[in-house]
């Protein structure tokens, strides 16, 4: 997905300032973005399916909890990067470039809702 890299791309400038813990859970997270959009889409139960390896059972827990998986996700995304950028000045991280990533993502998953609940007309089906 276009989306994911770019946004994997644009927060490398946050790694040397993650602790490794961060780090972890960044690339955990960013790694489920794809699982939880094509679950929330299929109506599987939040993606608990496909991210036993992905996420820690605590935040598959957590992410039950959530009515919106994918929306959860670039929350916690948003607000990891927030606390990093956060520490120090970080004037030549594009931070606002990130935020419009998450939501670029946020607007394929609604989309892609409506797509798959518009009704296929009869006229189409045999």
Not at 38 to 57: E, F, K, N
Request: charged share 15%; aromatic share 8%; hydrophobic share 45%.
């Amino acid at each position: 997905m276009t989306v994911i890299r770019n946004l994997t791309a644009k927060t490398q400038a946050f790694a040397y300032v993650m602790t490794q813990r961060q780090r972890r859970m960044f690339v955990r997270w960013t790694a489920a973005l794809c699982y939880l959009m094509r679950s929330h889409i299929l109506s599987y139960v939040h993606g608990s399916l496909v991210l036993d390896g992905v996420l820690t059972a605590g935040e598959i827990e957590w992410l039950r909890s959530r009515a919106h998986a994918p929306m959860a996700a670039t929350q916690i995304i948003g607000a990891l990067l927030n606390s990093v950028a956060g520490m120090r000045d970080h004037a030549h991280i594009p931070l606002a470039q990130i935020h419009l990533e998450l939501s670029n993502y946020m607007a394929c998953v609604t989309n892609s809702e409506r797509i798959v609940r518009t009704p296929i007309p009869p006229a189409y089906s045999r």
